[in-house]
């Protein structure tokens, strides 16, 4: 599966360093918000209070509090002691704690590690998809038993497996379609050119929704800072949870990343992130409920550049697909955030819980029309049997699975691998 996140480092070996403090910084790199400039009508009126800031006092939001390891901070400039807040090792139960190109280790020896890191994520996207591999393969086997020749019956049989798995009928069809001209062509002609050319088409799919979106963090050329990545789906799905496991994890490639928390709306949602912030020692840019959630990308956008930022993770309003005022907003949040870097948002990632199935395959034709997304988080993968849903996603909307959640644990966010899950599903 490789490394998490490689727009930086190139092809370097990077560690994920997930019990191991970052290096410590010997001065503060202040970070101030600036008082925001776009039109009266995109960002409420907020009332302003002088900070010092070595030159003289500056107006800056009053309302807007930079959080990291500890609630209570002052609300601008970046402190010594935040900082080293920051760099206190994250506790976690990870078994990925390798080294760093360049600490005494050999290439050999580093080649041997990324190795067996990969061994490890392979077993468990394995058992992630334990429950699927039930349904279809073990299906399947069953089909298979029952008869001797390839016919009409079988292929019925196999038919519905595969919609068992939430693969859905389109995207069955399709399969379906490509066995039987295998077979009509001699090139299937036992069970076991069957699967293997069901194994095929399944990892066709999935290759061809990398042509479109971001199908990788490289597209976007290391120059262009912050990478921006917009967080949006519907209540309930493991949003915030997913923010908190992919600024952990991009941190722990050696990125300064930042957390946006432009859920502005439900009450709970900026205590969530808080906690995820404080967990993972990431800043977080948050405002009172009911601010105008482009007010807070704005100022989040500001705060990443005066902090040199690699990555802004924006988190935005879980909201109904079918709620157009609320989608309207996320084509506002785009605006501000194009006018700010360039090529913003550089991924807008929907989370879609796998449990839900083709419910979640609406959510993402609906978000697709407004949203502009741009690749799928499936979380909760290990507790479905019909992860069948990543298949259906790619080959009706063209959109890469770019993450797959397989557990709870802070480093249970993997990148999702066409080749293991396929395999996953059949052995």
Same mark, same amino acid.
């Given at each position: 599966m490789g490394l998490f996140w490689k727009r930086k480092g190139g092809d370097q070996f990077v560690s994920l360093k997930l019990n191991e403090p970052s290096p410590r910084q010997e001065t503060a790199k202040p970070i101030t918000v600036v008082e925001p400039t776009v039109p009266a009508t995109a960002l409420p009126e907020r009332e302003l209070e002088p900070v010092a800031t070595g030159s003289g006092p500056t107006p800056v939001p009053a309302e807007v509090r930079v959080e990291a390891a500890k609630p209570s901070r002052p609300p601008i400039t970046e402190q010594p002691a935040r900082i080293e807040a920051q760099q206190k090792a994250v506790p976690s139960r990870s078994p990925f704690a390798t080294s760093v190109l360049g600490l005494n280790l050999s290439i050999e020896e580093l080649q041997a590690q990324e190795a067996a890191l990969e061994q490890e994520f392979s077993a468990r996207f394995r058992r992630a998809v334990s429950a699927t591999r039930e349904t279809l393969s073990d299906r399947l086997d069953n089909v298979f038993q029952s008869f001797k020749q390839i016919d009409d019956n079988l292929l019925d049989e196999l038919e519905e497996a595969l919609i068992a798995a939430d693969i859905g009928v389109p995207t069955t069809q399709h399969i379906l379609e490509t066995v039987r001209r295998g077979v009509a062509r001699k090139q299937i002609n036992d069970l076991d050119a069957l699967k293997a050319a069901i194994k095929a088409e399944l990892l066709k799919i999935l290759h061809q929704s990398e042509q479109r979106g971001v199908a990788s963090e490289t597209s976007v050329p290391q120059n262009v800072s912050p990478y921006v990545m917009m967080i949006v789906g519907v209540n309930g799905v493991g949003k915030t949870t997913t923010i908190g496991k992919l600024a952990q994890r991009i941190k722990a490639e050696g990125n300064d990343v930042l957390i946006c928390a432009a859920d502005t709306f439900r009450a709970a949602a900026s205590d969530q992130l808080a906690i995820w912030a404080e967990r993972t020692g990431v800043p977080l840019i948050q405002q009172k409920q009911g601010t105008d959630p482009a007010a807070v990308l704005f100022d989040s956008l500001k705060a990443s550049k005066a902090r040199g930022s690699d990555v802004l993770i924006v988190d935005t309003a879980g909201r109904l697909h079918n709620k157009s005022n609320l989608m309207a907003e996320l084509e506002k949040m785009n605006r501000v955030a194009g006018r700010e870097v360039e090529g913003a948002p550089h991924e807008t990632l929907l989370v $879609?819980?796998?449990?839900?199935?083709?419910?979640?395959?609406?959510?993402?034709?609906? &978000?697709?029309?407004?949203?502009? *997304?741009? %690749?799928?988080?499936?979380?909760?993968?290990?507790?479905?049997?019909?992860?069948?849903?990543?298949?259906?996603?790619?080959?009706?909307?063209?959109?890469? $699975?770019?993450?797959?959640?397989?557990?709870?644990?802070?480093?249970?966010?993997?990148? &999702?691998?066409?080749?293991?899950? *396929?395999? %996953?599903?059949?052995?």
């Open positions: $879609i819980d796998a449990v839900t199935g083709q419910n979640g395959l609406e959510q993402a034709r609906q &978000f697709l029309k407004v949203a502009g *997304v741009t %690749g799928i988080v499936l979380t909760k993968l290990d507790g479905t049997a019909k992860g069948g849903i990543a298949v259906a996603i790619a080959n009706e909307l063209n959109l890469p $699975i770019r993450y797959a959640g397989i557990g709870e644990k802070v480093d249970d966010l993997v990148v &999702f691998d066409p080749e293991q899950y *396929v395999n %996953g599903l059949f052995e």
